[in-house]
């Protein structure tokens, strides 16, 4: 469409205008959300769709155009409280909704660029290209700490091409944020495949189920979907918005990718008898987990090996802690090295994610049914963490920079894999230790790395001042977190 830019144009440049005003990026994108969804299904009421569309006619995009003013603010602060009252995913879009456009003119002025466009007729990588991208400015944003919800797309790419998912099969993602899981496995599945009709329809309404607890992201995560064409706005969508955590879905499913939210605590906020905010641990006593705990991570991994079918695939972001962490993190990794074949780790370099100080890893685990013998024979490690440097705008991580991750990861073929690690080559990023080996070590860790540190090795062979700093910000970022939680636990 010869008129992409100009529209991105658009979108990007009011947004800045609105920025003077104090609205922030997430705030812009909430509002855009609100207005396009009213604007696409006024396409879809008038020919050639003709679609019966539910939205009562005194809250329709009619409405809205046709006043300016003080009644265009009044009408759209009532029009978002009575929609957030309906079913399906119209109610869904507009749940608990506000407006934060407080000047009517630049209120008007969004509303106005939305409606010089006809938004069904896009492409939905247009429509998707524009929203995304306002996605990723959002978690740039430190301010409004939506990087916590974005995971980088070249790691999530990374991960789908490993999985591979095939046609008519389900995808789940329990903390799935803005959707950027599905819509890399749905890039794969369009790319990879000659779908039919009836793939098509199951790709379209029944591949991906997902949970967000946020309530703004969840709705973020729905239209992010729906432009790009997956879900659509007489279908009840499959996003839930609920603590996935809570209980077992009851649901199986053939994959689940996902990134858990990093905070390492589960906690909610009550009120105690002098009328006080206490934050109090959450522990889920559920049947189906194998240790009970208040670490987040722990309870996400179990939760999502609940989540597979027997032969079900799983590709999910874990920090550090979860490999090496003691009591109940032990009693996880054993369970998990005995019942399913938890055949690969990924080290991820530090400086990829927008929340500072993470230090993460990426665990490849297939369920399996009970068996007496450990499913787990061996264990492969890519370490690509020791002597990498990447930073969020000078020298962010591409999706080439993984490339020879899967090509050792050997998706589909992983009885072919080869070391580039050997005694002759001891920098090879790519080793297999063996199950009775891991089992042996303190603590069962998988807290494995073998490179020399050529900054600590070769004074002469620093990494750039800038990439320095970083670091160092990072490992002090990380240690804050260390004492935040510690205080937490004697407070």
Known sequence: ???????????????????????????????????????????????????????????????????????????????????????????????????????????????????????????????????????????????????????????????????????????????????????????????????????????????????EIVASTHRLCLMNLFLHNIGDLDHEPSIHRNDALIADPGTRFDYVLANPPFGKKSSMTSTNEEGEQVKEELSYNRQDFWASTSNKQLNFVQHIRTMLKIDGQAAVVVPDNVLFEGGAGETVRKKLLQNTNLHTILRLPTGIFYAQGVKANVIFFDNKPASKDPWTKEVWIYDFRTNIHFTKKQNPMRFEHLRDFIDCYRPGKLHQRQETWSKDDPDGRWRKFPYDEILARDKTSLDIFWIKDQSLADLDNLPDPDELAVEIIENLEAGLESFRELLDGLG
């Open 1 to 211: 469409m010869s008129n992409t830019a100009s529209i991105v144009q658009k979108v990007w440049s009011f947004c800045n205008v609105l920025r003077d005003d104090g609205v922030g990026y997430g705030d812009y994108l909430e509002q855009l959300t609100f207005l396009l969804f009213l604007k696409m299904a006024d396409e879809y009421a008038k020919p050639p769709y003709n679609r019966d569309i539910k939205i009562p006619t005194e809250y329709n995009w009619e409405s809205l155009v046709s006043k300016r003013g003080a009644e265009l603010e009044s009408h759209y602060v009532t029009m978002l409280r009575e929609l957030g009252k309906e079913r399906g995913m119209l109610g869904e879009i507009f749940f608990k909704a506000q407006n934060k456009i407080q000047d009517p003119a630049k209120l008007y002025k969004v509303i106005h660029m939305i409606k010089e466009e006809n938004w069904v007729m896009m492409g939905a990588d247009v429509k998707g290209d524009i929203y995304e991208g306002l996605l990723e400015k959002n978690a740039e944003d430190t301010k409004s700490g939506a990087g916590q919800y974005f995971t980088p797309r070249a790691l999530i790419q990374a991960m789908a091409e490993c999985i591979r998912p095939e046609p008519g099969k389900t995808i789940a993602d329990p903390a799935c944020g803005t959707g950027g899981f599905f819509l890399a496995a749905y890039d794969f599945l369009t790319r990879e495949y000659q779908l039919d009709r009836g793939q098509k329809q199951f790709l379209k309404y029944q591949t991906f189920h997902g949970w």
